[in-house]
């Protein structure tokens, strides 16, 4: 490759995001920012780079081997942040450390995290999403779900799932049943990707008894609405589990007061695929897409690590995902109508600028020709920026 064709070229897993597509993404997250603003969630900014330590801590030997890291003229390790609950709990514990809680915190950003690129997926995203810090009630859980699902309708989507599950379920199972730590580990890793046949030859190769295999191959499996949710409670007989169904039973009611629960079905099997979460998890789903638009859940023991102990619970949502949706099921987003376009004869740009400042006063969106033009070249720009109107000034 020569010297200009790889200046040409950008470091794998990013993107450009061209006029059509920028302002597309640019109405989406105008949308998130103003519906989160409404639900009283306070904006957020955090540096893009952090110590790695910093965003490694509880969770380092899962996430460091995604992250870009690099060093400072210290020799400190650095890195790229790979999500953005890890910074806000770091602020949280820090520089907000005395303000009253419940904290309501919002955010829209990149992130970044060593991925095989493809289509959905890249190594660089956009995220938007809040953290709500400072309660352990239903109600905070209930309320950043149905937040979560405003917020994919206020992007312009209409047909997508809730798949709602318990950490704490499957864990009281796993301790029902006496699996050791590394038997955990490799359940909920077939769990997280999914991957039902490396579930069922790990648990036939067990020496698990007949009834604990069926149970831990049938958790993947059970997912729909309440009844199956009541259905489960025959199945287990430990009191973790149980807890774990009612805390379930009870955000779910909340749902139905806001008017949400038609979104929601119940997934026992979905568990994400951070360490950190402690309660309730969800995803989101839509037709056409093999991954999650929106992800989230409640996640404890984080401020902890950061001595502050204090519960929260949040979620993050794909940009780019949710742009991809869009163009998938046929859903445009109205970027802002290009009004007028002034063109000029030879003499008369001081007429053009006093004309465009007079429309932009007026609240329209104002082009206005850097040089003289005639009539007819003027239309021919106007129609292939598509302004709604031409002005020409002769």
Not at 200 to 207: N, T
Not at 228 to 238: E, G, Q, R, T
Not at 263 to 292: H, K, Q, S
Not at 294 to 300: L, M
């Amino acid at each position: 490759m020569s010297k200009n064709e790889f200046v040409l070229q950008i470091p794998y897993g990013t993107r450009d995001f061209l006029p059509g597509e920028a302002a597309c993404k640019r109405e989406i997250e105008d949308s998130l920012a103003e519906v989160f603003d409404q639900w009283g969630y306070d904006e957020v900014v955090t540096p893009t780079i952090e110590y790695l330590d910093t965003l490694t801590i509880g969770n380092g030997s899962e996430v460091e081997p995604h992250m870009f890291k690099f060093f400072d003229k210290n020799n400190r390790t650095l890195a790229l942040r790979h999500e953005m609950t890890t910074p806000i709990a770091r602020v949280a514990a820090s520089r907000l450390a005395e303000v009253e809680f419940p904290l309501k915190l919002s955010y829209i950003t990149n992130v970044y995290r060593y991925e095989q690129a493809q289509t959905g997926r890249q190594c660089e995203f956009y995220q938007a999403g809040v953290e709500l810090m400072g309660m352990t009630a239903a109600t905070a859980d209930a309320e950043v779900i149905a937040l979560a699902i405003e917020s994919l309708r206020q992007a312009g989507l209409e047909n997508f799932q809730i798949s709602l599950g318990q950490v704490e379920f499957i864990n009281g199972v796993m301790k029902q049943f006496k699996l050791s730590a590394k038997q955990q580990q490799e359940i909920k890793h077939a769990m997280v990707t999914r991957n039902l046949v490396e579930l069922g030859d790990m648990l036939d190769k067990s020496e698990l008894g007949k009834n604990a295999k069926e149970i831990l191959k049938k958790i993947p499996l059970l997912h729909g609405k309440i009844d199956m949710l009541k259905s489960v409670y025959h199945m287990i007989c430990n009191e973790q589990s149980k807890r774990a169904l009612d805390n379930l039973n009870e955000i779910y009611n909340l749902l139905d007061s806001y008017g949400v629960a038609e979104y929601v079905n119940f997934d026992l099997g979905v568990i994400r695929d951070f360490n950190y979460y402690t309660g309730m998890v969800f995803e989101a789903y839509t037709p056409g897409l093999g991954f999650p638009l929106c992800g989230g859940g409640r996640y404890d023991n984080m401020l902890s690590d950061f001595g502050t102990a204090c519960p929260a619970t949040g979620f993050a949502l794909g940009i780019e995902r949710i742009m991809l949706a869009l163009e998938r099921q046929g859903l445009s987003i109205s970027a802002k109508n290009k009004d007028v376009y002034i063109g000029w004869g030879e003499g008369k740009v001081i007429e053009a600028i006093k004309k465009a400042k007079e429309l932009r006063g007026e609240d329209k969106l104002v082009e206005i020709g850097l040089q003289a033009q005639t009539k007819k070249d003027a239309e021919s720009y106007q129609h292939a920026k598509n302004y709604n109107q031409l002005i020409y000034i002769d």
